[in-house]
Nanobody
Framework: VQLQASGGGLVQAGDSLRLSCAAS????????MGWFRQGSGKEHEFVAA????????YYADAVKGRFTISRDNAKDTVYLQMNSLKPEDTDVYYC???????????????????WGQGTQVTVSS
């Protein structure tokens, strides 16, 4: 599976952005998907995750109520709608996929087995 993240940019505090992560392959609908972010010199921080069917979603406390993860299995794409952005949301955002053959914690970056390149999100105050 190859993942291509897009949608990052420079916005002001309070604005919104929607990130997209397009996946290749015909088995996208069986993969758990996650979004992580990483600041310079820091570990990957969990942001949100979604189960293959899209029924269950999980969020970090820092983004709960502001961010929404969703997926369109027909388009092999997962989204991260980010509202009420804050300067502390500034980071490089990464999407990740975990195949059904793997088990792991949804909030741990290394427990996924496919990762996309990052997309920069910058929020000015």
């Amino acid at each position: 599976v190859q993942l291509q993240a897009s949608g990052g940019g420079l916005v002001q505090a309070g604005d919104s952005l929607r990130l997209s992560c397009a996946a290749s392959g015909r088995t996208f609908g069986s993969y758990s998907m996650g979004w992580f972010r990483q600041g310079s010199g820091k570990e990957h921080e969990f942001v949100a995750a979604i189960t293959p069917s899209g029924i269950n979603t999980y969020y970090a406390d820092a983004v709960k109520g502001r961010f929404t993860i969703s997926r369109d299995n027909a388009k092999d794409t997962v989204y991260l709608q980010m509202n009420s952005l804050k300067p502390e949301d500034t980071d490089v955002y990464y999407c990740a996929a975990r195949s059904p053959l793997y088990s792991g914690r949804y909030y741990v970056y290394s427990d996924y087995n496919y990762w996309g390149q990052g997309t920069q999100v910058t929020v000015s105050s």
